[in-house]
């Protein structure tokens, strides 16, 4: 079925797509990601009973601008056991024990020496930390910190039973061809291992935005990157240099489940179309949101706006990164994502692309005063109610200033209105022969 | 007798100015006007004994635009009767009685009948409100909603002789030729009937400032409209398209006689000439005042603005139009516009002309390091009043900016200091030649 | 020894630079200078103690623009005796005692008469003030106003023994030759007696910059000027006319040495970069601040900033001139200046210096993505100190904004780091080939 992108509100009940968003994310949970490995093909596999999309394969070795594609990094098992031969540590119970890309251990050693790879979070020491060892060959466990502080002097075994080795690094794709090439390009990491928040809810989001999509009859082509951070963006970007340019509209998404408000983190150029759509959607939401300006660290973004490409590329997230203390923990679990605020990200997300769809630029046929709008059915003299007005007003708005310079956005942010009437204002304006496009 | 712009303050009492135009106000006050009809012909007459106007009658039928001028209305008398024969509504009590544009009506009704045709405001229950039905054939009275409430069941005699054929549409056409042939245009509307603030106010506004500034030497040429609302400005814009090129400046003037502080409603352009002038001088006035943007509804500035006018025209209005409850009722009297407000609003309106017709650009002809201005009396070292530091900190401020780029007025925001002491530098400057004209 | 200018602050300890220039404020603090004449002469000597400025000597008569150099003025002597034959006002007690540039007088005559040539400063009875007749033939004393109050009726004998004949205007000029022949120019006055704020601090700092700035490699070249407000500037900018070309930054320097805050004048260009150096030093120091616009009074910058010169050069104040009520009074003394806030305005001058020096633009040579700075040992995955956070975040910002638009002082300013990190990330990343200057 090809639904138009207006009707899509009709067919969709977001809290549905809300649940059907945590659904996912808790499928999904157990898995242990990381940069490469089974990890991510287990997550894609799933991933493709909602849309089928392209798994992708890059060998290790294989150069990718300044970067080498890094060996393939696989886990089986993990634990470290006391001298009673006790598991108090195991990989089994959370994949968040082993720091990610730990070579291969399996050793007897002191406390003393054995501390010297553990990790854990004094300020919180309930909670277990995420780390990763990329790049470096290391290996390390990642506890509560109550729990280090109740190991007592003695021998301990430690067993790491992961390989490092040639393979690949595998990234989903999925891509929606719509009337143009001109494309919207959808990015979320899946490099991380059970944390819910930072990125299932990305991936979890991003599935639906494209399962979604997929129905519709659409202006622009979108493609949707299901990638491991830093080096899943950069292999990207190097293995599809000749794609880039079509990419006229883009979003990370990441964080986008758990309980804070909406931040918006502008593209690089700052004044996209995108960021005024975004910045649009949040400015006549009923909800609190913060816009700040792009900075070159965070997620992909920070590749896809280096200075080469400078893509018109935002990244939606609720508390951003690094802002809420369950970031990088064991705490950042099922609980700490939230239906309603998955429902509230996917929505705002589909409004700010439901603006790119129908942003257009169009020339008022009649610019020598106000054509007149009553023999037209279109002007209502007396006692109208508030929204018939707006809509009126709606009208002399997009009369007035579809004078080629201005488009649909522009004018509802001049109008104070918000694009929805402006649009269907538009509409109506266009059935009578009054406006064309630019 | 010729005067200079600069002199008129001497010659001007704005005091007697405000009572000269509710004086004006008053004659005014009863006349039935409508958009077209002997209603507007009476009130031009009464103008023409204060400025020799053109009176222009345009046929119905004409093609203006996208429009069409209407057929002529005009109404003698009107009223409706109970069922004892007595007048209960007389349009000679009040021409607001009468929905402007009513047809011919001689009939005996019900009062379920009559009060589809009864427009009244619950919310002000004494109040008669000002309604109108152009382009539509029908009928209607208005009253006072305690009126309707009285009304009792039986047959009322409803009558209204009127007349709707074709005839012409009427307007008024002042022009003063200065040295330039580039304009300033001044509009007012003149279709409302006993309604004092929105418009007989910026009537009489429109009057006086023609009438005063006729004994001026001018730079700009000026030309004032008074004409009804859209139709008016539609016909003229059509019938003087080959002049809308002249147009470098211009106000619609409405609303300008209440108690409330000055509100300017930018041009479309935002920054235009006009714009900075009227800022500036209600920024050097002690009264507070708002300045909004431009927005494409509201009166005659929405067809001088329309997209393939864009003319550098903005707004001056007291309060705005519908944010005053006696908006288009029976209270817009003469109680209700106030003569130090009149005063008020001419004088400001004066005093914005006066910049534009000083704001020059000039060139410093000693533009290496400052001139010696005590050689040419033009410096006081010690102890000089405030006023004289103001003159000499307006020299300084004069010969830095003047370098071809910065108009007096752009000086003048950027010194802090107002238009005249920035014009008498200018002068004092122009005399010792060390400035040129741009 | 030449040194870098960034190992300069390892050489300086500012508090002794400041004890250094109240030292050379303290040895000129006597002197009687003026517009011309001995004083000047007596100054620059003095500083040519610490640097080895050119003294020239410029003819009375010489035109310069619009003015000419005027007479040179000297004073051996001045009182006024009682007829007691007391001296009851005394030059050599202060030299503020005379108007400056006041002619020869030696005359006995009533106090009426006297008190026609007697300036004092009612609202500060116990204060002398300043006061000067420059470009007109007169004499007078200031005095307190106390001491007026207490002159009694009688014969007063008035000696003014001065001198105003052709000879020189005399102004001192200290150049360093750096690695461009564009220049940065750094201006005091040096007219007034003794006033130590107004302008022996400004003085005390333009040489110890100057003897400091020798030391150094430097890129800029360095003109430092000594000269009379007002027409010591017009006169350089006259003779030196073609020079002007290559002033690509300057200072004006002036009233630095009271316990008020900072306040920076901007040049009239208001977006030069000496006014963003300056802005960005005070921002990220811990201190209170004013950034004014540019006015045309006040110091030389009104010369360098006329419209055909409009030279990148402001103005560095502590509290500005006229603001403090010790401005241009006896009490503008050795107490109302503190070595502190000596050492603060020089720290803060060579800080923007600094920037100044080393604001350049880089091209990233590995613009598409970020670079793998973990290979080159630039990046530092876990736990790392809150300094090398930033260390690592100024990398990432010098990436992504050296795209040949930004220099580093953009950089700065859009990360909102400080200068200094900014500067060390570019030279890590020069060292490593990933960066070459624009």
Redesign the interface.
Same mark, same amino acid.
């Given at each position: 079925m090809t639904l138009r992108f207006e009707d899509l509100n009709k067919h969709l009940n977001s809290l549905e797509i809300g649940q059907e968003m945590f659904q996912l994310i808790k499928e999904l949970y157990p898995i242990c990601r990381s940069m490469t490995g089974n990890g991510i093909r287990d997550t894609l596999h799933l991933i493709q009973r909602h849309v089928s999309l392209d798994i992708h394969e890059v060998p290790s070795g294989t150069n990718v601008?300044?970067?080498t594609v890094p060996k393939e990094w696989n886990i089986r098992d993990a634990y470290i056991k006391d001298e009673k031969g006790e598991k108090i540590v195991d990989f089994k119970k959370s994949n968040l024990h082993v720091v990610s890309y730990s070579v291969p251990v399996n050793k007897k050693m002191s406390l003393t020496e054995l501390k010297q790879h553990i990790?854990t979070l004094p300020d919180h020491p309930d909670w277990i930390p995420y780390?990763?060892?990329?790049?470096?060959e290391s290996w390390g466990f990642c506890l509560a910190h109550k729990q280090l502080l109740e190991l007592t002097d003695g021998e301990y075994e430690v067993y790491i039973d992961s390989s490092l080795n040639n393979g690949h690094l595998t990234y989903g794709e999925y891509y929606i061809r719509g009337d143009e090439m001109d494309e919207v390009l959808i990015s979320c990491h899946t490099c991380h291992p059970s944390l819910c928040n930072d990125n299932l809810s990305g991936i979890a989001l991003t599935t639906f935005l494209a399962k979604y999509l997929s129905h519709l009859s659409l202006r622009y082509s979108y493609r949707f990157l299901f990638i491991p951070a830093?080096i899943g963006?950069?292999t990207w970007?190097?293995l599809n240099?000749p794609l880039v340019s079509r990419i006229k509209h883009g979003l990370v998404v990441a964080c986008v489940g758990d309980s804070g408000n909406i931040t918006y983190k502008k593209s690089?150029q700052g004044s996209a179309e995108i960021d005024g759509a975004i910045s649009h959607v949040l400015q006549h939401s009923q909800s609190s949101y913060s816009i700040i300006?792009f900075? @070159?660290?965070g997620y992909d973004d920070?590749?896809y706006?280096? @200075?080469?490409?400078?893509l018109p590329i935002g990244c939606l997230m609720r508390t951003q990164h690094g802002h809420f203390p369950e970031y990088h923990t064991s705490e950042d679990n099922l609980e700490f994502v939230k239906i309603p605020c998955l429902a509230d990200s996917f929505t705002k997300c589909l409004s700010a692309l439901y603006i790119i769809e129908n942003n257009k630029r169009y020339i008022?046929l009649?610019?020598?005063?106000? @054509?007149?709008l009553?023999?037209r059915g279109l002007y209502h003299?007396?006692g109208i109610p508030r929204q018939d007005m707006d809509a009126q007003?709606a009208l002399?708005?997009v009369?007035?200033?579809?004078?080629g310079k201005h488009n649909l956005l522009d004018i509802a942010e001049?109008?104070g209105l918000s694009f929805y009437p402006i649009q269907k204002a538009t509409d109506s304006l266009l059935r009578c022969n009054l406006l064309k496009e630019a």
């Open positions: 601008f300044d970067w990790f780390r990763t060892a990329y790049y470096e830093t963006s950069i970007l190097c240099e690089r300006d900075y @070159p660290y920070r590749q706006c280096s @200075p080469a490409f400078n008022n009649n610019p020598k005063c106000e @054509p007149q009553g023999k003299s007396m007003i002399l708005w009369l007035n200033l579809s004078d001049k109008s």
